[in-house]
C-alpha cells in the first residue's frame, strides 16, 4: 500500500516536471528576442523612405538624451524577432560639428545599439562609401542596404554584388529600393543573423607609422577603459585630434599622437574607396544623368530664383483654384451641421446662450477654420513632391549666396523652406547650423516666412477683396516675407559688422519620381497637426473669443461692443489706426491669432456671427459688416491688415520652441518685441504710402 503511494507520487511528481518541462520549452518557444537597430547614412540616400517602409506606422517620437533634437524609433519583427528601428539625422562622416551630427555619431556608439543599417545610395556609391568605412570601424555588426538600385539599372551601370561585400570585411550588402518596398525581408534577415554571428574584424591597411600608433593607442584604451567596445575607432579619432573623443576619453598621448594625422587617415580611406569602385562598379558612365541637364536651368545663377518663384506661384495657383472646387464640398456640409445643430438645440429647448455658443461660437470658429483643408491639404501636397523629388535642396543652393551675403549661413534657407509648412519643425532644423550665433540670427528671420497657419488668413482676405487676383495677393505674402527676412537679416549683420558667411557645402541628390507613400505619410501627419490644431487650441480659442464677445461688466451683452472683448480691442485701436487697422474688431482678431494664426479667421467668423466665413455668402456678409463700421476700409486695408498678420508675433507653440531651442526668455521676447515693432512699421508705411497714391 505504502509502496504503491509512493509509486503514485513519483509518477505525478515525474508528470508534473514534465508539465513544467513543455510549459518553459513552449515559454520559450513563444517568447521572442528583440534587438535595437540604427538607420544611418548620408542626407538624402532615402533612409527615412526606408525606415518608414520597415516600421509602416508603428512610431515614437521622443528626444535625444540631452538634446532637444528628436528621435524617431519604429517597431518591426521578423520571424521570431522584435526589432526596434532608430531614424537618424543623415550625415556624411563620424567627424561632426552640429548637434544632429553628433546625435547620430552618438547613437552609433551606443552601447544600446545592436547593429547598423548602413543606407547607401547605390547610384552614388562612391561618396557613400566613406561613412561606411568608418561605420566599419567601431566594429558592430553593419549590413550595406543598397538603395535606388532602380537608378543604377536606369543608367545601364553594374554593381558586382559578391566582390563589394569581399572589400568591406565580407559584411551583409543587400539591394532594396525603399520606394518599391522590395528586398526588406532580405534585409531584416541578414540583420538579425549578422547580430548572431558578430562582427568580422575589419582591418582598413594604413600605412606602416600610422597603423603602429593605431595600435599602440587601441591598447591603451584597452587598458584605460576596457569594456569600451570600439577602441580601433577611437584610436583613430584620437590620431585626428577630435576633441570630443578625447573629451571623452582622457588619456596621455602625446608621445604617440604628436600631430593630427586627419589629412592623411582621410586619403587612405579615398585611396581605399577609388579601388573599391574599380572593381565592384562597372559602366558609370554609360548613360549620361538627366539631373546634370535639369540643373542648367534650375541652378542657373540667374534663372535659378525666377524659376523658383515660378514654382513657387504655380503652387499657389494650384492651393487656389483646384482648392476652391473641392471647398465647396466643405462648405456644404458646415452649413448642414450648423442648421442642423441649431434646429435640434432649439428643438429640444436650450437656452439661447448655449445655443449661441455652440452655433455661433464652437461650430463657427473651428468649422470655418475646417473649410481651408483642400487648400491647406494642395499646399502639403505639393511642398512634398518638391521635397521628394530633390527640387528643395537645389532652392537652398541657389540662395546661398544671397543668405552669404547678408551674413547668414547657406545652411539658414533649409529652415526657411521648412518655416513654409510649419514655424516650428524650422525653428528646430536650427540645429544644423555650426554657431549659436547663426542659430539665432535663422530663429529671428524664420518666422516671417509664410506658414500653413497663415494661408486661410491670405485665403480669406484675398477672396474678400481681391476676387480677381486672390492667387497673386497671397503669394505676394510668401514673396514679402522672404525678401524681408533677407534684409532683416542684412540689417542685422551690417550693425554687428559682419562678413559674409562661407559658401553652402550641400548635396544635391538625383532626381526621382516622388514616393506616394512618403508623401501620404508627410501629408497626413501634416493634416492630422492641423486637425489637432482644430480639436484642442482652436477650439478653446473659439470658446474663449464667444465669451469675451458676449459678456461685459454688466454680465451677458446682446451687442458685442459693449463686451470685455471691445473695450480690450479699443485699447488697441489708436496703435493700428496709423496701418490702416483700427478697428476695435481687428484688434481682438490679433490678439487671437498670438495662439495660432488660423484663430484670425475664427475670429472673424465669430465677432461677424457667420457661421461659415469660408462660404460666399459668409465673406459677403463679413465685407458688410466691416463696411457698415468702417465704409472706408478697402483692398489697402486688407493687404495691410495680411501684411500684419505675416510679420507680427508667431503662435505660441513658435514662442516656445525658440525659448526652448535658444535656452534663453530674453531673446525670445526681444525677438517678439522686434517682430511688433516690424510688422506695425510696414503695414503703416505701406499704408500710409499706400493712400498718398489712392488718395
Avoid at 561613412?131 to 567601431?138: A, C, F, P, S
Avoid at 538603395?147 to 543604377?152: G, K, L, R
Avoid at 528643395?392 to 544671397?402: E, G, K, L, T
Wanted: some cysteine; charged content about 20%.
Amino acid at each position: 500500500m505504502n509502496h504503491n503511494t509512493q509509486d503514485d507520487r513519483n509518477q505525478k511528481n515525474r508528470k508534473e516536471s514534465a508539465d513544467n518541462t513543455g510549459k518553459e520549452n513552449r515559454k520559450s518557444q513563444n517568447q521572442k528576442k528583440h534587438i535595437n537597430v540604427a538607420c544611418i547614412g548620408n542626407p538624402n540616400c532615402g533612409k527615412t523612405t526606408l525606415f518608414n517602409a520597415l516600421t509602416g506606422s508603428r512610431l515614437k517620437v521622443a528626444n535625444w538624451p540631452g538634446v532637444t533634437v528628436e528621435r524617431m524609433e519604429g517597431e518591426t519583427s521578423y520571424e521570431d524577432t522584435d526589432i526596434t528601428i532608430v531614424d537618424t539625422p543623415g550625415i556624411y562622416s563620424l567627424t561632426c560639428y552640429t548637434i544632429e551630427e553628433k546625435v547620430t555619431r552618438k547613437c552609433a556608439m551606443d552601447d544600446d545599439i545592436d547593429a547598423i543599417i548602413n543606407v547607401v545610395d547605390a547610384s552614388s556609391l562612391e561618396r557613400n562609401l566613406y561613412l561606411t568605412l568608418q561605420l566599419l570601424e567601431l566594429g558592430k555588426p553593419i549590413v550595406l542596404a543598397l538603395n535606388m538600385m532602380d537608378v543604377v539599372e536606369e543608367r545601364g551601370m553594374e554593381i558586382d554584388m559578391h566582390r563589394l561585400p569581399e572589400m568591406l570585411g565580407n559584411i551583409p550588402v543587400v539591394p532594396v529600393s525603399a520606394a518599391r518596398r522590395t528586398g526588406l525581408d532580405i534585409l531584416l534577415h541578414a540583420v538579425i543573423h549578422h547580430c548572431e554571428e558578430g562582427m568580422e574584424d575589419y582591418i582598413l591597411d594604413y600605412p606602416t607609422q600610422i597603423e603602429e600608433k593605431i595600435q599602440t593607442l587601441e591598447g591603451m584604451m584597452q587598458e584605460s577603459y576596457p569594456d569600451h567596445s570600439s577602441a580601433r575607432w577611437h584610436a583613430i579619432k584620437i590620431l585626428e585630434d577630435d576633441e570630443e573623443v578625447k573629451k571623452e576619453h582622457p588619456m596621455s598621448v602625446i608621445h604617440v599622437a604628436d600631430r593630427s594625422y586627419e589629412k592623411e587617415i582621410i586619403q587612405c580611406k579615398y585611396a581605399y574607396i577609388e579601388k573599391v569602385m574599380k572593381e565592384t562598379l562597372f559602366n558609370k558612365s554609360k548613360k549620361a544623368a538627366s539631373t546634370d541637364k535639369i540643373d542648367r536651368l534650375l541652378t542657373h545663377p540667374v534663372w535659378g530664383i525666377p524659376v523658383f518663384l515660378l514654382i513657387m506661384c504655380f503652387v499657389f495657383f494650384l492651393t487656389f483654384t483646384v482648392g476652391d472646387i473641392l471647398k465647396g464640398v466643405f462648405e456644404t456640409g458646415l452649413d448642414a451641421v450648423s442648421g442642423g445643430a441649431a434646429a435640434i438645440l432649439q428643438g429640444i429647448g436650450v437656452s439661447g446662450w448655449l445655443e449661441s455658443l455652440i452655433v455661433e461660437g464652437i461650430i463657427a470658429g473651428v468649422g470655418g477654420i475646417l473649410t481651408f483643408i483642400p487648400n491647406i491639404f494642395i499646399l502639403f501636397l505639393a511642398l512634398a513632391i518638391l521635397e521628394d523629388s530633390g527640387y528643395m535642396a537645389r532652392v537652398a543652393y541657389v540662395m546661398d549666396s544671397v543668405m552669404g551675403k547678408v551674413g547668414l549661413s547657406g545652411k539658414a534657407f533649409l529652415p526657411m523652406i521648412l518655416g513654409f509648412g510649419c514655424t516650428v519643425p524650422a525653428i528646430m532644423a536650427t540645429r544644423a547650423l555650426e554657431t549659436e550665433h547663426d542659430r539665432r540670427k535663422t530663429m529671428l528671420v524664420t518666422p516671417f516666412m509664410s506658414c500653413s497657419a497663415r494661408l486661410p488668413v491670405y485665403v480669406l482676405f484675398s477672396d474678400m477683396f481681391f476676387p480677381d487676383c486672390a492667387a497673386v495677393a497671397a503669394f505676394s505674402m510668401y514673396v514679402v516675407g522672404m525678401a524681408i527676412a533677407i534684409l532683416a537679416a542684412l540689417v542685422i549683420n551690417r550693425l554687428e559688422k559682419g562678413k559674409a558667411n562661407d559658401s553652402l557645402l550641400i548635396e544635391l541628390p538625383e532626381y526621382k519620381r516622388p514616393n506616394a507613400r512618403t508623401i501620404r505619410i508627410y501629408v497626413w501627419n501634416k493634416l492630422k497637426d492641423y486637425l489637432t490644431k482644430a480639436g484642442t487650441t482652436i477650439f478653446i480659442a473659439s470658446i474663449v473669443i464667444w465669451f469675451v464677445l458676449n459678456f461685459g461688466f454688466t454680465g451677458m451683452v446682446e451687442n458685442p461692443a459693449d463686451s470685455f472683448g471691445a473695450g480690450l480691442g479699443r485699447l488697441l485701436v489708436p496703435v493700428l489706426a496709423p496701418a490702416g487697422l483700427g478697428m476695435w474688431q481687428i484688434g481682438v482678431a490679433l490678439l487671437s491669432g498670438i495662439s495660432a494664426k488660423e484663430v484670425v479667421v475664427s475670429s472673424f467668423a465669430v465677432l461677424f456671427g457667420v457661421a461659415n466665413a469660408n462660404s460666399d455668402a459668409g465673406m459677403a456678409a463679413i465685407v458688410d459688416n466691416i463696411h457698415q463700421l468702417n465704409p472706408g476700409f478697402g483692398p489697402l486695408n486688407a493687404y495691410c491688415l495680411m501684411l500684419f498678420c505675416l510679420l507680427y508675433v508667431p503662435c505660441v507653440a513658435t514662442v516656445a520652441t525658440i525659448k526652448k531651442e535658444s535656452g534663453s526668455w530674453k531673446f525670445t521676447m526681444k525677438m517678439m518685441a522686434f517682430q511688433i515693432i516690424l510688422a506695425w512699421a510696414v503695414s503703416t508705411v505701406v499704408f500710409q504710402v499706400g493712400s498718398l497714391f489712392a488718395g
